[in-house]
């Protein structure tokens, strides 16, 4: 295949009106092109087995060249982000905004997309652009570990927003990694998507500010995200405060997963701009690689991952992903490669109270685990407020744990060739219209965790019923006196159990050693178990 050059160098979505804030206190594609190492087959016999990463060096004068502006100021004062709440400055992170402005390509294909992702792409008449980063980085640049998060900003509510930054921040945080937010689309920009969140669009929400802003639509997405991801490498010194990258890994959740999908087939081996890949709770089919005012050229059902790239990809998904509206991941399903791995997490959501409330204001401190945990017993069904309310308590599940760990995984696997190990997936009935249940009523296969396993309520990713976007929220369906008496009849009894399945899931690598230490807090701290 040959290979699209470019003339010489010239973030699902959570749902809240919050409002604007300020978080922190101030061609064609394929995977043979030459590669800067050789693949070593993964070892069995080994705990952590290691594949040797071969993917292109990065090329400058591949990726078209965008001008940054910044950091902005401005306007009504505020980087207007769809989730507010956690001062930045207290966990020693800093917040600013840029501006990017080139030229951006489309994309075409001579021939209908096919299931496999192999597919040959051609690249378009480029478009002028300009739109915006947020960089969340490390005041202390010595305790940056050298990885940046590029996430691919979730529009589905009608404005840019960040579900991995929701989702993972504690993560992130520790273990010093900067993230960056890209305003890839152009709903995020003008506005035009859900109307809940018309508000918050960009120009809508602070015009001053964001004047200067101008999308060409969203067939020039992907070429977009390609040269954020370039600046990050290339300018360093202006959108990193100086912070010199080692790994560049582009993120994305829902909707945006499904445009990663796509890119990942179509883009990845001509950019060689990413490192890697989180394609998190994507459903059976890719995003329109071009649409109107372009030639729509749709993703097929199902869109798997090529097998030709070497670039690891990781795909993470909730228990709704697998089988909800709109979503079937089931469909989709690969075997594990060593570029290719995918973790699939029972008693788990699409979206949850973590990601819609709980965890805006998490600071690592405990306080947003034992709100958490609280909520396996007393869970809300309305969030922001009102805003949206559902029918039934909406899902607590272990979502966030087990994607800290799947990070950290991802980054092994990027930074040191070490892959993540090959978990067990969640088994569909035999019409593949639902998973299968425990006696307790929650799903068995996938990752296992204390949730699940040493069980408070029943956690489903499915059953939800109520307004707006409820249907993606999955229930908790707490478990009733008798049923907690019969299951701990004692508080020993619980804290040893829920102990035991704390640890099991850190050696499966479900959990991380700094979450288990937490959750083993909060059961302590509990009453299971007590009489009265």
Not at 52 to 60: I, K, N
Not at 313 to 342: C, H, I, K, W
Not at 420 to 433: E, V
Request: hydrophobic share 40%; charged share 15%.
């Amino acid at each position: 295949m040959s290979h699209v050059t470019r003339p010489a160098l010239a973030f699902f979505f959570a749902v809240t009106l919050l409002g604007v804030s300020s978080c922190s206190s101030s061609g064609s594609s394929g995977g043979d092109t030459a590669a800067s190492a050789t693949v070593a087959s993964t070892s069995a016999a080994t705990d952590a087995p290691t594949t040797t990463v071969a993917r292109p060096a990065f090329v400058p004068d591949a990726v078209g060249a965008a001008t940054v502006t910044g950091p902005i100021t401005g306007g009504k004062g505020g980087i207007v982000m769809g989730i507010g709440g956690l001062d930045l400055a207290t966990v020693g992170y800093t917040q600013e905004e840029f501006f990017l402005s080139g030229n951006a390509a489309s994309y075409s294909s001579a021939t209908p997309l096919s299931s496999d992702g192999n597919w040959t792409i051609n690249e378009g008449t480029p478009a002028p652009f300009t739109t915006r980063i947020v960089v969340r980085r490390p005041i202390d640049g010595a305790k940056f570990n050298g990885s940046v998060a590029v996430e691919w900003f979730n529009v589905t509510a009608g404005f840019d927003n960040a579900p991995d930054w929701s989702f993972a921040h504690t993560e992130l945080i520790r273990s010093g990694w900067t993230w960056v937010g890209v305003s890839a689309q152009s709903v995020g920009i003008v506005g035009g998507g859900n109307a809940l969140g018309a508000a918050l669009a960009l120009k809508a929400a602070d015009p001053d500010r964001y004047a200067a802003l101008s999308h060409p639509g969203d067939s020039y997405s992907y070429d977009m995200f390609s040269q954020a991801g370039a600046v990050v490498r290339t300018q360093a010194a202006q959108v990193l405060g100086g912070l010199e990258p080692k790994h560049v890994i582009a993120f994305g959740e829902s909707q945006s997963a499904f445009r990663l999908n796509t890119y990942v087939n179509a883009i990845a081996s001509i950019a060689n701009v990413y490192d890697g890949f989180l394609i998190h709770s994507r459903g059976a089919v890719g995003a329109a690689l071009s649409q109107t005012p372009l030639p729509d050229i749709a993703a097929p059902d199902p869109t798997l991952i090529r097998s030709d790239l070497r670039v690891p990809v990781l795909n993470f998904l909730s228990e709704t992903d697998m089988l909800g509206d709109r979503l079937g991941y089931g469909r989709a399903e690969q075997p594990d490669t060593d570029f290719v791995r995918a973790w699939e997490v029972p008693g788990t959501a699409h979206a949850d109270l973590y990601s819609l409330g709980i965890g805006d204001s998490d600071d690592g401190s405990g306080a947003g685990d034992a709100a958490l945990f609280a909520a396996l017993l007393t869970p809300n069904n309305s969030i922001y407020g009102g805003v949206i309310t559902c029918d039934l308590g909406i899902n607590a599940g272990p979502h966030t744990y087990v994607l800290r760990s799947a990070i950290a995984a991802l980054n092994a696997w990027v930074s040191q060739g070490t892959l993540p190990p090959i978990m067990p997936r969640i088994p569909l009935n035999a019409d593949k219209t639902g998973v299968v249940l425990d006696p307790a009523g929650n799903a068995t296969g996938g990752i296992r965790t204390p949730h699940v396993d040493v069980p408070l309520a029943k956690l489903s990713g499915f059953g939800q019923t109520g307004t707006s976007f409820c249907g993606l929220f999955g229930t908790t369906v707490p478990f009733d006196a008798a049923q907690l008496a019969a299951a701990y009849p004692d508080h020993a009894t619980f804290v040893s159990k829920w102990n035991a399945a704390v640890d099991s899931a850190v050696a499966s690598g479900a959990l991380l050693a700094a979450d288990a230490k937490q959750l083993k807090a909060v059961a302590e701290a509990s009453t299971i178990g007590n009489p009265g």
